[in-house]
């Protein structure tokens, strides 16, 4: 990551980023309690925008029932780090998300967040609730196109001017003064465009590695001099949720938290936000315990590979990588990178395409982990890691046992 890009964190870093009260006891709680009952009573008062879809009758039609729907609130508010006494607040939050207008735009990109979301299979709630959403403009899903899609835009961020949340997927290139991308009848540079959204937004949330850092199209030579969203927006908080593809857990976490409290969630020095970003694949990754005994696959297809030996000699990044994809997983949380045999490539770190994007052993590779070496972060987090741990283990277990009540429904 460049020095200006640094220096952008850092400004954005100081100035949006809430003061988090470290001594979180009974009494912080109660307050926090009583501002998000606030709020969604104020979110219920307020009419439908535009998606009119009923929650309950879409989780009915899904083949699910109120149980399932609350195991779903009870492992999404231990995701955000909320008391147990918060979720029946997450579940109010998750019927009245279609009152708060969003706005997704795609810039330098290869739309694979997008195409995350409409290709999740089985009947997860996470993909419900996004469906339940007020999706006021998204160029992927619409019908609309030319001049019809461009009026549906202007009419939507006037509308809604100072409280849509503005979903950003794609880097943005400022080469040529911009004119490696363009969009619409007017050939707007993507520059322009996403500030002028960014101008009306609540918040702008850039999703995946392009927006977050400028990803692959950043990547050296960087011919089109791509950046992420971050470098180019100011005065608007920003929320970067990376990888690629993110992981839709990841972005209804933030949606809902922001819908819960009216502010963003608690973010990292790279703005990502804590609950999601704030340990390391390494630490709660299933082959860790063969990482501690000294087992490694040496070869692909060895005998250490075939028992799933550890894949740190192999180029696996999660050393160095920030993600939760150990826990909460991607397809209905069924399998991950690692799960299948591939080393992680750090996708949620800066610069992760020049930087990890290679298989040779990272003694080799004279890169220095963020926290110091490969132990440090354990001692660190300690049992805040076992507690993720024990919170994806519980995210798990409802993903597939919702899953398998609607294969079985399907059988009968």
């Known amino acids: 990551m460049g020095k200006d890009t640094m220096e952008s964190v850092k400004k954005l870093f100081t100035t949006q980023s809430a003061k988090v009260d470290t001594n979180r006891g009974g009494e912080y709680y109660t307050d926090l309690y009583e501002t998000c009952r606030k709020r969604l009573d104020e979110l219920k008062a307020l009419p439908v925008v535009n998606n009119k879809l009923d929650f309950q009758e879409t989780i009915m039609d899904e083949g699910l029932d109120r149980r399932d729907f609350l195991k779903w609130a009870s492992a999404t508010t231990a995701m955000l780090m909320l008391p147990a006494s918060f979720t029946p607040l997450v579940a109010e939050a998750a019927q009245v998300m279609n009152r708060i207008p969003v706005v997704w735009i795609e810039l330098s990109d290869c739309a694979g967040n997008s195409e995350a979301l409409l290709r999740s299979d089985g009947p997860k709630i996470d993909k419900i609730v996004l469906d339940i959403i007020s999706l006021e403009f998204h160029e992927t899903l619409q019908a609309a196109a030319g001049h019809q899609a461009e009026k549906q835009l202007e009419e939507a961020i006037e509308l809604f001017k100072g409280k849509y949340l503005l979903f950003v997927e794609g880097a943005v290139p400022l080469g040529m003064d911009g004119q490696y991308g363009t969009i619409g009848a007017k050939a707007e540079t993507f520059k322009d465009h996403l500030l002028r959204l960014a101008n009306g937004a609540a918040a702008v949330i850039a999703v995946g590695s392009c927006a977050t850092y400028g990803g692959i199209p950043a990547a050296a030579p960087n011919p089109t001099q791509s950046v992420g969203v971050m470098d180019v927006v100011s005065g608007k908080p920003i929320i970067n949720i990376p990888a690629c593809p993110a992981n839709p857990s990841n972005m209804v976490g933030v949606v809902l938290h922001y819908v819960l409290t009216g502010k963003i969630p608690e973010l990292d020095s790279l703005l990502r936000p804590k609950f ?126 919702v899953a398998g009540k609607k294969n079985s429904e399907k059988d009968a």
């Open 276 to 401: 999601a970003f704030g340990y390391r694949i390494h630490d709660n990754c299933e082959r860790r315990a063969h990482f501690d005994a000294g087992e490694y696959v040496e070869e692909w297809g060895d005998n250490g590979a075939k028992n799933n030996f550890c894949l740190y000699k192999m180029g696996c990044k999660g050393p160095m990588t920030f993600n939760n994809c150990s826990i909460v997983r991607y397809n209905e949380a069924v399998n991950w990178p690692i799960g299948v045999g591939r080393g992680c490539i750090g996708c949620s770190e800066p610069d992760f395409w020049d930087k990890y994007a290679y298989e040779r052993p990272m003694a080799n590779a004279n890169i220095k982990a963020p926290t110091g070496g490969v132990e440090k972060t354990v001692d660190e987090f300690g049992l805040a890691l076992l507690t993720a741990a024990g919170i994806g283990i519980g995210i798990h277990a409802v993903a597939s046992a």
